[in-house]
């Protein structure tokens, strides 16, 4: 009689070991997660440069890039309470827009990014709320 209950017992045991080493087994094999980050766009020179705005004037006149490139500006607004931009137009008439960055109150950084026009040639680039003080030449030069 005690015999065949530890026998039964035994059936009972592995009858859940198994499961217990199928869910094992499938948890270790499951598949690592995949790092999805963007590959980088098309070819495009990425530029990066710096710009800062102090007593309610950029520290430059004078940017150049390459036609097509991948900008990215990094604004450092340094006038505590005063709001600034970067943006670019075709014309100093500002008419025709080709980007403009969201108005930061100093002191602060903030990255902007766009394209520069691929066409090259001389455009214009200003801060929208001093347009008249704040301005200088987006030079755009060919390949
Ligand atoms: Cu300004």
């Given at each position: 009689?005690?015999?065949?209950?530890?026998?039964?017992?035994?059936?009972?045991i592995?009858?859940?070991?198994?499961?217990?080493?199928?869910?094992?087994?499938?948890?270790?094999?499951?598949?690592?997660?995949?790092?999805s980050?963007?590959?980088?766009?098309?070819?495009?020179q990425?530029?990066?440069?710096?710009?800062s705005?102090?007593?309610?004037?950029?520290?430059?006149?004078?940017?150049?890039?390459?036609a097509?490139?991948?900008?990215?500006?990094?604004?450092?607004?340094?006038?505590?309470?005063?709001?600034?931009?970067?943006?670019?137009?075709?014309?100093?008439?500002?008419?025709?827009?080709?980007?403009?960055?969201?108005?930061?109150?100093?002191?602060?950084?903030?990255?902007?990014?766009?394209?520069?026009?691929?066409?090259?040639?001389?455009?214009?680039?200003?801060?929208?709320?001093?347009?008249?003080?704040?301005?200088?030449?987006?030079?755009?030069?060919?390949?």
């Open positions: 009689m005690k015999g065949y209950l530890g026998k039964y017992f035994l059936v009972l592995s009858g859940l070991a198994i499961p217990l080493l199928i869910g094992c087994a499938s948890s270790s094999s499951s598949t690592p997660v995949q790092d980050k963007a590959p980088p766009s098309s070819g495009a990425a530029v990066t440069i710096s710009i705005a102090k007593n309610i004037a950029f520290d430059t006149k004078n940017i150049t890039v390459p097509g490139a991948d900008v990215t500006v990094i604004f450092d607004n340094q006038d505590s309470g005063i709001p600034h931009n970067f943006a670019v137009y075709t014309t100093p008439a500002a008419t025709s827009l080709i980007f403009r960055g969201d108005v930061v109150t100093g002191p602060k950084t903030i990255p902007y990014n766009f394209m520069a026009p691929t066409t090259p040639g001389t455009y214009f680039f200003r801060c929208d709320i001093h347009p008249t003080i704040m301005t200088g030449t987006f030079t755009v030069t060919g390949p």
